[in-house]
């Protein structure tokens, strides 16, 4: 008998390169068409462990695995599904993709509501409620999870849980109701404090038709550390005496040598010109600062500081009035073109452009974003042509699915990325009506403010060097 070997994956980043990536968006696309055709649930499932040895493992790709297999599988397809989530939410949240936390909430929310739907049509005996067990205590380690980031209610994790822990309470009772002579013996359920952490086993990806399984390492192994003995100290060779006159002129030789490099270092033009330029930026003084410093400052003195602090204020205020949109990136741009004319052939001068760079393109819009709205404008003009030619030519007529067809075509590209006024128009609303606007959508108007100014920057840098 052969015997498959393990493959570990690693945590993965951006899919949206890959083709299998957008194979797999057309084929879940089939859950929105209006025809509603039906879902190759396998190829879903192939193509999500393609991505996976390509790539690694990140949460888009592992949302539409869990909901492949839980169609496939069932309650045992569940089970894996939601402990890959866990390990993944739990070991990589800093560092998973996508990296904004309103596009992580929508997907689990997408999903949340997708396993409710399939979880309606699945029935359940008494011997899956072990399974139903691992998968309530996955979920309720996710939930802890989102419970600490305060996204817990948005991601609508805790409704799923829920269905699971009423179901293990129906199976429970009805195994109860009925003696048997062949009763199984079930596992202990333990009640897991919020405050402790669950033991999450790691979640492993089981082999489909000949591939060989894999295994998701959420966490690197640690480090063995190690101890030297080191040998005992030599005993001393100078009494006290001695070693006092020599600390004396070791400190004397020290303190000289200290002067004249303080001197010759402070008296370099070039380097204090590069510091100030490349200095970090003041931040305003907090409240409890201004008021410490009131204590300490009598009135009369606050009075006469009151004409220059007020006209630097002003000239600052008015500075920052004409400061231009890409004021910050331009400015990364001038301190580091300043490090590389300096230190040309400097490594270190080499990695921080091309950190910086990373910083942008990662933070930057994707360009896809930037044609939805020419996109739908387009098949708004096709199909305004297409509705003035039927009335043109008697006998031309349009079905309601065409039509149903054309009209989903022009509303996918405006739903991949709300346009900035959109989240600002509901920003407002919500402070209209006297509701304090949620910090995820406060946190999707700051990324989508940055993601286009990023994006701006790059194209002005790419027409500027052409």
């Known amino acids: 008998m052969t015997h498959l070997s393990e493959r570990t994956l690693k945590t993965g980043g951006d899919p949206r390169h890959f083709a299998e ?5 057309n084929e879940i696309g089939k859950l929105h068409h209006p025809a509603r055709p039906d879902v190759d649930w396998g190829r879903v499932e192939q193509l999500c462990l393609a991505l996976f040895r390509q790539n690694g493992v990140e949460l888009q790709t592992t949302v539409d695995f869990t909901l492949a297999r839980t169609h496939i599988a069932g309650i045992a397809g569940l089970c894996e599904g939601v402990e890959l989530l866990a390990g993944l939410l739990s070991h990589q949240w800093s560092t998973l993709w996508p990296p904004q936390t309103h596009a992580r909430v929508e997907l689990l929310a997408w999903l949340s509501d997708r396993l409710q739907q399939v979880w309606r049509t699945m029935t359940l005996c008494y011997g899956d409620l072990a399974q139903v067990y691992r998968a309530e205590r996955a979920l309720e380690q996710l939930c802890t999870q989102l419970q600490t980031l305060e996204l817990k209610h948005l991601s609508k994790l805790d409704g799923v849980r829920l269905m699971l822990h009423n179901a293990a309470l129906r199976l429970e009772s009805a195994e109860a109701a009925v003696e048997t002579s062949d009763r199984l013996t079930l596992p202990t359920r333990q009640v897991i404090s919020s405050t402790q952490p669950i033991a999450q086993p790691e979640p492993t990806l089981p082999p489909i038709v000949n591939n060989e399984p894999l295994v998701y390492i959420v966490s690197e192994p640690a480090i063995p550390r190690v101890q030297v003995a080191l040998p005992p100290p030599p005993p001393p060779r100078w009494n006290a005496r001695q070693g006092f006159v ?77 400061l231009p949109p890409l004021w910050a990136q331009t400015r990364g741009d001038a301190v580091l073109a300043q490090a590389q004319q300096v230190w040309p052939a400097s490594q270190e001068v080499k990695q921080l452009s091309t950190l910086w760079q990373q910083q942008r393109e990662s933070g930057a819009a994707p360009l896809a974003e930037l044609k939805h709205y020419a996109l739908a404008q387009e098949r708004l003009r096709q199909l305004a042509e297409r509705l003035n030619g039927l009335d043109e030519k008697k006998g031309r007529y349009m079905t309601v699915s065409e039509l149903k067809s054309v ?60």
């Open 21 to 25: 990536f957008s194979a797999l968006r």
């Open 246 to 322: 020599a600390g004396i002129v070791v400190m004397a030789v020290g303190l000289t040598a200290s002067f004249y490099v303080w001197q010759s270092m402070s008296s370099n033009p070039v380097q204090e010109a590069l510091l100030a330029n490349a200095s970090p930026l003041s931040a305003p003084l907090t409240a409890n600062t201004i008021e410490e410093l009131k204590k300490q400052t009598s009135d009369a003195r606050l009075a006469r500081m009151a004409e220059p602090v007020l006209q630097a204020t002003a000239s600052q205020l008015d500075q920052l009035a004409v």
């Open 407 to 466: 009209v989903f075509a022009i509303q996918q590209p405006l739903t991949q990325a709300l346009p900035l006024e959109e989240l600002l128009h509901q920003y407002q609303v919500q402070s209209d009506a006297g509701k304090t606007p949620p910090s995820v959508l406060r946190q999707q108007i700051d990324s989508r403010f940055t993601q286009l100014l990023n994006r701006y920057a790059l194209l002005t840098s790419t027409s500027n060097t052409q």
